[in-house]
């Protein structure tokens, strides 16, 4: 199953987050793990805000801790399963637009198994519907 955010810090948060930093550090290790070994920020903002804390406590923590990271790149991930691609090919567009300019880095990935609302995309670990190279276009405009 696809890991999502909101259900890890609804998780923690009955494990005591946030209140319980044990609880908070391990969403933010859980985080970590699901994106590749960087926690991407768009996702600390995110957490912070599900958590109903500021983001600058959890960025704290990320400072604190030697096993913690931030990723320092943008990391683009594009739904490469059967019916996102079909509906736009945001690939060939992020290729043609950015080729290996370097300024993010791109991955696709399986189904992201919510195809209904798709084409879906992640920027930063944060999810998007409907994607469009509009959509692209802005998120990597505004980094
Ligand atoms: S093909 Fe993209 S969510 Fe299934």
Redesign the pocket.
């Known amino acids: 199953m696809e890991w999502n955010l909101t259900e890890a810090v609804n998780y923690y948060r009955k494990q005591g987050a946030p209140g319980d930093q044990s609880a908070v550090i391990a969403l933010l290790r859980e985080m970590q793990q699901e994106n590749g070994g960087a926690i991407p920020r768009g996702l600390l903002s995110q957490a912070a805000e599900g958590l109903g804390v500021k983001e600058g406590l959890l960025l704290a923590l990320v400072k604190r801790l030697p096993s913690l990271r931030l990723s320092d790149t943008h990391i683009l991930e594009l739904?490469?399963?059967?019916?996102?691609?079909k509906r736009a090919d945001l690939a060939g567009f992020v290729e043609k637009t950015y080729g290996k300019t370097g300024k993010f880095t791109v991955k696709t990935v399986p189904?992201?198994?919510?195809?209904g609302?798709?084409?879906?995309i992640k920027w930063d670990g944060v999810l998007y519907h409907q994607a469009d190279e509009a959509l692209i276009r802005k998120l990597v405009e505004e980094r």
């Open positions: 739904c490469a399963g059967p019916n996102c691609p189904c992201m198994r919510m195809c609302k798709g084409p879906n």
